[in-house]
């Protein structure tokens, strides 16, 4: 999981570190779920957990 997103996100263009942050929070939400597709997250749910960690640092 981990190394598929951050791929997939540095080819459209994403700063490593960037590309990183979200694969890490990708890789996060794929382990609290059951199965192996069934647990590969959204655009949606990465992109809300993002949001979500980003309000609480702030």
Same mark, same amino acid.
């Given at each position: 999981?981990?190394?598929?997103? !951050?791929?997939?996100? !540095? ?48």
């Amino acid at each position: 999981m981990l190394c598929g997103v !951050f791929a997939g996100c !540095f080819a459209q263009g994403m700063m490593p570190e960037a590309a990183l942050r979200v694969a890490v929070v990708a890789s996060a939400l794929a382990v609290t779920r059951m199965g192996t597709l069934a647990s590969c997250p959204t655009v949606e749910d990465i992109s809300s957990l993002i949001k979500h960690s980003e309000t609480e640092r702030a």
